[in-house]
């Protein structure tokens, strides 16, 4: 397997844009897990789906930021306007059902908003 | 809810020196301990875990031991070396937590030669 794949790598945007991130999960893995780390914040668990079911979206900034996950194999991020402080990289992770399992995550999308 | 606190960084240390990062946490049920580190330009990948009390996880020469009593997974290593520069995070996932992995805010690692 490739890992877990998202895209693009980098996304430089205008504020007020919409911007959409895309995850490719591992096949098989039935947890998903959007992040989002800046140098003030950490890393911030945006929201969390289990077999394609949104189950924890607490951390979701605010309405500006939706997430969906269609089918298994594919997850998006959606920030609608965006804003200078979005400016962050976002991670996507997935793994197995089960507290104990890894977590396995992508390379990670620098968003830049100017 | 749950929550994981680790030391303040930056760390800097000398390579061959030993290294302790601090990791304690907060959970309502027991939960699953991991490490992940993050080196530069990547995302994070697991370096150990552990799964019940008293549990040792070991990767790499790094250590980490489950201890309920003081709800602490703090990281060791006995002699650091200039790869192991880095940004490390501790973990944990919690069946009454549904599962999400909730991490400490990362502490940042620099060796010097």
């Known amino acids: 397997d490739a890992g877990v794949i998202q895209s693009p790598r980098h996304e430089v945007t205008e504020m007020g844009q919409e911007v959409t991130l895309r995850c490719k999960p591992i096949?098989?893995?039935?947890?998903l897990f959007w992040y989002r780390q800046t140098m003030m914040r950490g890393l911030e668990l945006l929201i969390y789906f289990n077999n394609n079911v949104p189950i924890d979206d607490s951390g979701m900034p605010e309405d500006r930021f939706s997430a969906k996950m269609p089918n298994a194999s594919f997850s998006t991020l959606k920030i609608q306007p965006s804003e200078p402080r979005d400016s962050a990289v976002y991670f996507c992770a997935s793994r197995e059902t089960g507290v104990n399992t890894e977590a396995f995550f992508g390379q990670g999308t620098r968003l830049t908003v100017v | 809810g749950d929550s994981v606190t680790q030391m303040e960084g930056p760390v800097t240390l000398s390579e061959e020196a030993f290294l302790t990062i601090n990791c304690t946490y907060t959970a309502t049920g027991y939960p699953s301990l991991f490490w992940y580190v993050q080196y530069p330009g990547e995302g994070l990948q697991l370096l150990l875990k552990a799964t019940k009390a008293d549990d040792k996880g070991s990767n790499k020469g790094f250590e980490a031991t489950y201890r309920k009593e003081t709800t602490s997974f703090h990281l060791e290593k006995g002699s650091v070396q200039v790869s192991d520069s880095a940004v490390y995070f501790c973990?944990?996932?919690?069946?009454?937590?549904?599962?999400?992995?909730?991490f400490g805010q990362g502490t940042r690692l620099t060796i010097n030669p």
């Open positions: 973990a944990l996932s919690d069946l009454q937590g549904a599962q999400k992995l909730v």
């Open positions: 096949s098989g893995h039935n947890s």
